[in-house]
């Protein structure tokens, strides 16, 4: 097909796309339509000169995709799934109401948007791991990223610059909209092109200036982006923010502004209107958007995942027993993959390496990126495990965040939770972690104490569906449970229990350990205690907690290593809230330091001898 | 003074460096002696031939500053403070002990580290703060920061490149270790040093090549940064592993591991103690290092803020009011700096750079190098005010962890808290801040509901010690204090009381009115509550919480515009706990979309309605 005589057709989408952004902002109310505007004849020629796609099958496994980063664009996005055909565009009209999908940005409530995107420098992350996601399951679908300028100083976008260079990732197509005007005032290197050129080459993409209203050239640049192997291709295309409305075109001052409704409007739609020029009678766009090229292999179904095997009593790390159990996941199914930060021989991920190193992928110390391209596989039909320490896990909070709008199955795995990891001291203690994780309302969150518990929660985490996330530990813990103890989402195990406990002690991880000698300390004194292991931190077993409270006089005592709020004193106590049950907290109140594992665990409150003594009080 | 004749006792000088960091971890038993190893040259050039300053005065105003970026070197970071005098190298053997200062990665409690660093990635960011502190001063003293290769690959690092070329910081001067090894494994980029000069280069820095273990160069590229004015240097010097030890020298496998104390140790000692070279009689470069040039002015004393100036009753925004504060803070105390990623107009920060443009740092989109120039600023003695949407502070989540851990005054500032915001969606809407900031066990935080007390907490977290949090909100809310109400760090308000209180209901920022709504609503039908702004989200007074409770029936309703994990909630009920009172909590429970508002607050569960619906249950 010549592209070049589609060239007046397309400009005309590119319009239409323009005056559908502008009606459904003002319809709305707020949005962002001049920032539509600059990106129209880009998105115009992706979608309708480009792309291989079914708009009616939006998730099929082969069809070229589509993110926008910068997705305050939104109405734009929506408009061309409109005119591809894949719903009414009086639909649009509805834009940003509460009873649309038609979010003020996008959000894979709409079959067409893979992650959500409106935090900005997340998407090309994303686009990563659905570049990945195409070698994985040997699909030539290619994937087409949207950039924002001004999101170009999201070092997250440089994370994903290295990482899709390394990977040779010529599949995936970035284009920066290079308006330069910002939100507030103009972007740091307004249309210095070669500004961006020299960076995005410095880190090894092929770099392509193009002038973004030039329908030509746009095309031009597609076909030299889809030429190019061994590296992905960032398009740079110089734009007009406001572009084809006069009186917005390059303006500082109308970023997030709808027009308003009546003669503001109808002068810019009557302006747009005037754009339209003569196309080939006959012309289709829609109609002619390439189906995929090809099938991809159907993956190979599943196979059980064997039994652990480990011994009572014995002595594993439940950060190496989750690399071991994740070893044993990847063999089983060829969705799993893991991502690195650079720690996988801390975080035993480097067991799954050997098992399946096709499917390990090393992001060096960049966690942004690892949770982003993590978001990618999972909306692609991978079950990604993304892991690190998990203090460092809050280097991607913002991409949790999106991960739990998207509600993607992304298992995060965080090792070297706590105080107990002893001498590195607190830089590298998770102490926030189960705050941050338990605030996402569809978050699952384990904290498994040993080996089999790890093993078996690992393999629950992948399979349930949305977002989850398992904390683990550095020191050795002792097995407790056999190879066939069953866990359940929002389960516990009560390990402790008689007709005359005291009180109910509620740990998790390590602290499982201090209860349990806590509840050894106190037997030999005659005073018994139930001993609970929280496992599944969100949800809890409410119901379970309380009967618990109940039967041990009212008196709840949570242990943790983690600080106090937000940690698994707040789950239990908000839990048992409506029993009229309240709960004592021990847990980290001060900032930490260096020194012994067993030391920290005394000097900050949350060793068994604490544990007695709150009892005893 | 002739540099070159320095080197033989510089060498010696790197020479101890690396027999004191070898010692010192095998004696903890744990550390980084290869990461020390690599940069003993860098660190013995700079401390000992570069830097002006009173190894007895380390906090001085004009004295040069280095910020170890890889805080993992930390034993080498401590041997240089011994060497220079600092304090008795018998001290380095107490590394990582819990009665010692000497941590496994550097914190203030040392008063020669400026921040904590050992998450990577982050002393560059603070460096650029403290290199803006003494342009704000008026001080030459220049920022030197040591980062390592590996650290490379965060995106945080590429955020504070773009900052610093922008702001042409040529007081600042970078050292990367190449020694290409990461923990795990070789880094991207091994030794292909071009790799590194053209990213640097790219993004506007000079950027000098050297051999890391050559003195003379080292020298030579440190006097060349000095001189190069209107732009950063990045050195970036070509380093061996484990250099002086050749069992370890370039060798993986070695990240992280102390030498054995004994054979292991004593062969590393042994080959190190060889590498003494004989240096002129007399020379003591501890003795002579320079101090620093010139006293920088003595800043202006602070002027007392006028009261403000609103009638009870305007509706203000509290994000405005945050706006109007800073500015008035900002034109009575010069120490006071304000720092924005692209959204002034919307958080209202403008209103300080219009007042005060040389305080204002404009970052563009990137929150990372926004919160660590911030940290820098504020070690340097500035009281700097990052702020942004509210959602968007969570991409600084690990530098909001560090700050704690350096126990630093930043003081942040989130906007657009909450499903207030409205059309825009989930993805602009804070509903994890309140969980993140509280999580830190040193951060104040504030959720002001009305302009006055917006005015009066930003100046009270200002001057409280330590880092602080300010919630904002996006909605116009009416004043309700009179301008002169006083408020506290860990106050509230009881805003609505009588003897007849059904229940306490708690709010904070726009759910203060719904509570008043509720209020009046059910004094329409006879019944009494009592309502409470809690400003002051931590730390929370748990006595007047505990005595309202008791005086209510035991009956305590929180409301709150954030997810319920660590919130509002959560806070009165660890605070009103020890009073045996609970604490039924209307939050919001699951992932929110775009709609108009009030119709928001309302569908998820937290409008006026649901309040009466609770406390008529």
Known sequence: MDR???????????TRLRIDSARSTSEAGSGHPTSCCSAADIVAAVFFAEMRFDPQQPHDRDSDRFVLSKGHAAPLLYAAWAE?????????LKLRTFDSDLEGHPTPRLPFVDVATGSLGQGICAAIGSALNARRIGSDYRTYCLLGDGES???SVWEAADVAAMNRLDSLCGITDVNALGQSRPTMWQHDMEAFARRWRAFGWHAIVVDGHDMEALLAALAEARATKGQPTMILARTIKGKGVSFTEGKDGWHGKAFKKGEELNRAIAELEAQFVPEPAGTDLAADIPKPSMRSPEPPPPQPMPPPAYTLGQEVATREAYGVALAKLGAADSRVVALDADVKNSTFSDKFEKVAPERFYENFIAEQVMVGAAMGLAARGAIPFPSTFACFLSRAADFVRMAAISNVGIKLAGSHAGVSIGEDGPSQMALEDLAMFRAEPNMTVFYPCDAVSTEKLLALMAYHPGPAYMRTSRPKTPVIYGNDESFVVGGLKVLRESDNDVATVIGAGVTVFEALKAYDELKARGVAIRVIDLYSVAPVDGAALSAAGRATNGRMITVEDHYAPGGIGDAVAAAVAAAGLTVERLAIREIPRSG????????????AKHIVEAVSR
Chains 1, 2 share one sequence.
């Open 4 to 14: 070049t005589s589609l060239i007046p057709a397309l400009r005309n989408v590119a």
């Open 84 to 92: 591809a055909g894949a719903f009414d565009r009086a639909e649009l």
């Open 153 to 155: 100083a999201e070092g």
């Open 596 to 607: 012994k594992p067993e030391e920290l665990l005394d000097r900050f409150g949350i060793s």
